[in-house]
């Protein structure tokens, strides 16, 4: 959930760091600091905050030296505070530390060390790993032989970076579970959690494996196994589209992400039909097949479900990657787990899909990031390609992966081509339905902005996309939003509609339009607003957004589209940052 960064070479180190939290920043974005060697003094800077507010502040961009590390705070253990901020110390102020992940062992590890006398001033977890450091210090080590001693003591996930005054000009850092990926670009080296960090440095790197060890000095990088023999290591070349992180003109990376997804489907379209084709037919062989994902990802999933069955014939079940560990047992090497994730880091799925592994089951991931954790873990993996999403509400990746399951159905009964010409159809109706609907979707946030429920109807493959539309408003608007089969609205919820209350009703006009429409009229019979979602106007609507004509299993990817743009347009309105929701991170890294 933080992010973490570490650049050592010829350059000011701090500018760089900035850039690179500013960056990092979706992956939290309550405090955020930075530490810096210089004349052999370590100084630290840090605060609660957005980044943009600890830079003003402290005036980070005044720090001098060569070698830095930062980090961008989602707070886990320890409120939003300065102390809780990272880099953390030891008791003498010799040593910073940038932590991502969960120390699970910290309470325990926090007693035995304050017995030995060490003193802490933060509430978090991850002070325990500085004042473990001290000591293997202490006792003659280098910082490198410190850090290996110490990792086996650690309980959890975590990926943390340290640097000390006593062994200058070096940054050294470990992972386990948790992403950290290392740049270089001739004589300067970055090591960071995501590789859009430094990605406008270079595109050159290098990836660490479960529990080794990076060393970057000035003279270059030095990778060890657990035990400390060293490792030599391939350079990969990043995809340079991972470079961008700039909103084109737009306010908000949401809204640039929402405009730009007609052209993104193209570049997720673009797959290998004869990989396609032999996956699916692995599918269709399966005992079993389970989809597994969490939030936006899983509903993708659902709607994956619907085409796997209804294009495929092939049922499957779809799990929440935190439940899916309690199905394990009936996992087997008979088994297809198909894991979707648009970070390839989500900590539930990671878990769940090692003990599916165990179980023997192959499995299949469908991920956006590259060099990923799941990736590793995977024994195929299909990549979206529709480059970096830096909004915490996902949009064009969830399209991206409808292409997918899209791409993954028609595979299974050997109509791949077929897809992907429909999918390329897709292009023009993507952009005609924001075209449409722009000026009645921003008149509809202004006049909903007050409203603090909503509710989303649909049947059949649409149903996914009700739960998403509403998914997208409660992150981004902290507005109460439900969504929901239509079919189920009058077996509860009917209670909660009163007048006025706001009910998206998501009804093309295929062979749901009757019975939705009668939902619709259900919930308007007790006083709801309804906003229908649809190619066929009709009076129950209070407002209608206007879908296209398309075929029956592509309607989800043209209602979805308007529904992310609602919830943006109510998110500004209600004063609300859609870019950086509270209490949210855009990879989930902690269980
Ligand atoms: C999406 O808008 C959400 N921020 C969230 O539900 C997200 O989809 C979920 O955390 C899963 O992330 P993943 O796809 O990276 O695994």
């Known amino acids: 959930m933080c992010g973490i960064i570490g650049y050592c070479g010829q350059k000011p180190a701090v500018p760089i760091i900035i850039e690179a939290l500013k960056r990092l920043e979706y992956r939290g974005y309550d405090s955020a600091g930075v530490a810096s060697l210089s004349d052999g003094r370590l100084l630290i800077r840090k605060d609660a905050g957005k980044v943009d507010e600890v830079i003003q502040k402290h005036n980070l961009a005044s720090l001098p030296g060569n070698v830095a590390i930062g980090h961008t705070r989602w707070a886990t253990h320890g409120g939003v505070t300065q102390l809780n901020a990272h880099p953390h110390s030891d008791c003498g102020g010799r040593i910073a530390v940038v932590h991502n992940g969960i120390v699970e062992n910290n309470q325990q590890l926090r007693q035995e060390l304050t017995k030995l006398g060490h003193k802490f001033t933060s509430e978090t977890d991850s002070e325990v790993i500085p004042h473990l450091i001290e000591d293997e210090l202490k006792s003659g080590c280098s910082l490198e032989q410190a850090v290996l001693n110490i990792a086996p003591k650690l309980e959890g996930s975590y990926a943390f970076l340290v640097m000390a005054p006593d062994n200058p000009a070096k940054i050294v850092g470990t992972r386990r579970n948790n992403p950290l990926i290392v740049g270089i670009n001739a004589t300067d080296y970055y090591v960071s959690s995501d590789a859009l960090a430094f990605s406008q440095y270079t595109n050159q790197v290098m990836g660490l494996g479960d529990n080794e060890v990076v060393m970057l000095t000035q003279e270059g990088v030095q990778f060890f196994d657990p035990k400390g023999n060293k490792l030599a290591k391939q350079v990969r070349k990043l995809d340079q589209s991972w470079a961008e992180s700039h909103k084109g003109g737009y306010q908000h990376f949401m809204l640039k992400e929402i405009m730009e997804q007609a052209q993104m489907l193209g570049q997720t379209a673009c797959q290998d039909g004869k990989t396609f084709t032999k996956i699916a037919l692995d599918i269709l062989r399966a005992n079993q097949v389970i989809i597994t994902a969490c939030g936006t990802s899983r509903y993708a999933a659902l709607v994956g479900r619907y085409l796997f069955s209804k294009v495929g014939k092939k049922f499957c079940d779809v799990i929440m990657a935190s439940e899916f560990g309690y199905f394990a047992d009936s996992v087997d090497k008979n088994t297809i787990v198909i894991a979707v994730s648009q970070s390839g880091e989500t900590a539930d799925i990671i878990e769940g899909v090692k003990a599916a592994r165990d179980n023997g089951a192959q499995v299949i991931s469908i991920i956006n990031r590259p060099n ?3 990736a590793d873990l995977s024994h195929q993996v299909i990549y979206l390609n529709c480059g970096a999403e830096i909004a915490v509400a996902a949009t064009k990746t969830f399209l991206s992966q409808l292409a997918i399951f899209y791409l993954l159905s028609f595979s299974m009964v050997d109509a791949f081509d077929e897809a992907t010409a429909k999918l390329a159809s897709l292009n023009g109706e993507i952009t005609r339905v924001l075209d449409w609907n722009k000026s009645e979707l921003i008149k509809l946030s202004q006049n909903l902005k007050d409203k603090n429920d909503f509710y989303y109807i649909a049947r059949g493959i649409n149903f996914a996309i009700a739960s998403e539309g509403a998914l997208k408003l409660k992150e981004i608007s902290y507005a109460h939003a439900e969504g929901m089969p239509a079919g189920e609205l009058k077996h509860g919820t009917l209670a909660l509609i009163e007048p006025g209350t706001p009910v998206v009703v998501i009804c093309p006009a295929d062979y749901t339009f009757s019975e939705t429409l009668s939902n619709a009229i259900e919930a308007k019979s007790r006083g709801a607003y309804i906003i229908g979602v649809s190619d066929k106007e009709s009076e129950v609507y209070d407002s209608w957004i206007k879908l296209p004509k398309v075929d029956e299993l592509l309607y989800p990817m ?31 890294t902690v269980k």
């Open 372 to 374: 990923s954790i799941l």
């Open 558 to 588: 043209v209602a979805v589209v308007p529904l992310q743009l609602l919830a943006y347009y109510l998110a500004v309105n209600r004063g609300c940052d859609p870019d950086k929701p509270r209490n949210l991170a855009k990879s989930v």
